[in-house]
């Protein structure tokens, strides 16, 4: 009997796992396809180029931020997403950090809800640190 307990125990994990990553899964190819943002200064000393718009593209290990990697040399920033369910709707709550070979880091922390996205970005380089809003929708 206490086998069978541990049996059934065991499958019952080994099943919510399979389910949890299943819907990581599917929550990550939902963010692949990108997202079109804007950029608004809140706080910092404008020092250099300032990003207006750009697009983010969610992979399977990170964040990728085209107009980042394309000026500052930014590779991927390392994220962890929390799904939050409400009625039919799944709404990711997602942090990034990066940093590149100059020492510059990125911290990104923000939300998708549906089509739409939002958050803040964190720039700190050489010449201080730069705060940042965005918005904006799928590609």
């Not at 949890?20 to 990550?28: C, H, L, P």
């Amino acid at each position: 009997m206490r086998s069978k307990f541990i049996l059934v125990s065991i499958l019952s994990m080994l099943y919510s796992i399979f389910i949890f990553s299943q819907s990581d899964k599917a929550i990550i190819d939902f963010l692949r396809e990108g997202y079109w943002i804007e950029f608004k200064k809140v706080e910092g000393k404008s020092t250099g180029w300032q990003p207006r718009s750009d697009e983010l593209v969610f992979t399977d290990n990170g964040i990728v931020s085209k107009i980042f990697k394309s000026k500052e040399k930014f590779k991927l920033s390392e994220y962890s997403m929390k799904p939050r369910y409400k009625e039919n709707e799944t709404i990711i709550i997602f942090e990034a950090t990066g940093k590149n070979k100059g020492g510059s880091i990125l911290h990104w922390s923000g939300m998708v809800d549906g089509s739409k996205i939002e958050g803040t970005l964190k720039w700190t380089n050489q010449s201080g640190t730069q705060f940042y809003t965005f918005s904006g929708g799928r590609k």
